[in-house]
């Protein structure tokens, strides 16, 4: 994992962990043998479920710009590092250093935990409030998929009107294709992307996928690709992160 002297030492995070924590593993999820069969494809998701924290390293391939993630899973607090920005989620609000303009996207809030969503899946399907069944096949491309739709209850996150499809390998079980929606800025009927689930490699047990490709989503079929990010060193943790590391640095300031 590459380290990076801009505003925060990187390599400190993976040693500043709260101690005197016990792990105790929380009550499984209700969810359907449908979906605990393809969870099970993607290895011990349970170990997933009980992490305490996750870490990994992203790269925007085109600009070959690398992304250094780190995360309490239970309160989604948030840290992204990168030569051009450091991004925050301290519990209440985001936050980005040195200012807002060293990102260039629309808002800090929708991309601060974007790609740690979609790495995720399906493991972060499990979260309470979100409800998974399996549904009609879908065709991609010719191929024809077993599907699983994920929807969320109306209070569960800021966008519970999005929708997601899994498009599972009939032969591996495996999340292959995710059609979604964003509904975050405001569209009331937003057209469907897809995106792509490629080489899966195995963290202690955990299955990840080392390449996502973002295409635009017509007729059933993927057509030009919008982007692609590849991800290495995925790490699930015992411990959280302290939360110091999530809070907004001096020169920082909080933005949506």
């Given at each position: 994992?590459?380290i ?23 009550p ?22 009980n992490a305490?924290?996750?870490s ?27 030569s ?16 807002r ?18 790495f ?14 399996k549904?009609e ?19 569960t ?32 009927n937003?057209p ?19 390449i ?17 990010v ?6 699930l943790?015992d ?10 640095p ?7």
């Amino acid at each position: 994992m590459r380290i990076h002297n801009y505003t925060f030492p990187i390599i400190a995070l993976l040693f500043i962990l709260i101690s005197c924590q016990s792990k105790v593993e929380k009550p499984l999820p209700e969810i359907s043998p449908e979906f605990t069969t393809v969870l099970d494809a993607h290895g011990d998701w349970k170990k997933w479920f009980n992490a305490k924290a996750e870490s990994y390293a992203m790269i925007h391939e085109g600009v070959m710009t690398e992304e250094d993630a780190f995360i309490n899973l239970e309160s989604r607090k948030i840290r992204l590092s990168n030569s051009e920005f450091e991004i925050g989620y301290d519990g209440n609000q985001t936050w980005i250093s040195p200012n807002r303009a060293a990102y260039k996207g629309n808002s800090i809030k929708f991309y601060h935990n974007l790609y740690f969503y979609f790495f995720n899946i399906p493991y972060i399907f499990t979260d309470p409030g979100v409800t998974v069944e399996k549904v009609e096949d879908k065709m991609l491309n010719g191929k024809k998929y077993p599907t699983f739709q994920a929807t969320f209850d109306p209070n569960t996150g800021s966008s519970p009107k999005d929708q997601y499809f899994m498009l599972v390998n009939p032969e591996t079980n495996r999340l292959e294709y995710l059609l979604y929606t964003v509904t975050y800025f405001g569209d009331e009927n937003p057209p469907f992307s897809a995106l792509k689930y490629e080489d899966y490699r195995n963290s202690d047990g955990v299955y990840f996928p080392r390449i996502l490709t973002g295409y635009t989503f017509e007729n059933d079929s993927t057509k030009s690709m919008r982007y692609q990010v590849t991800f290495a060193d995925a790490l699930l943790l015992d411990e959280e992160f302290d939360s110091e590391i999530f809070e907004k640095p001096e020169d920082g300031v909080f933005s949506n």
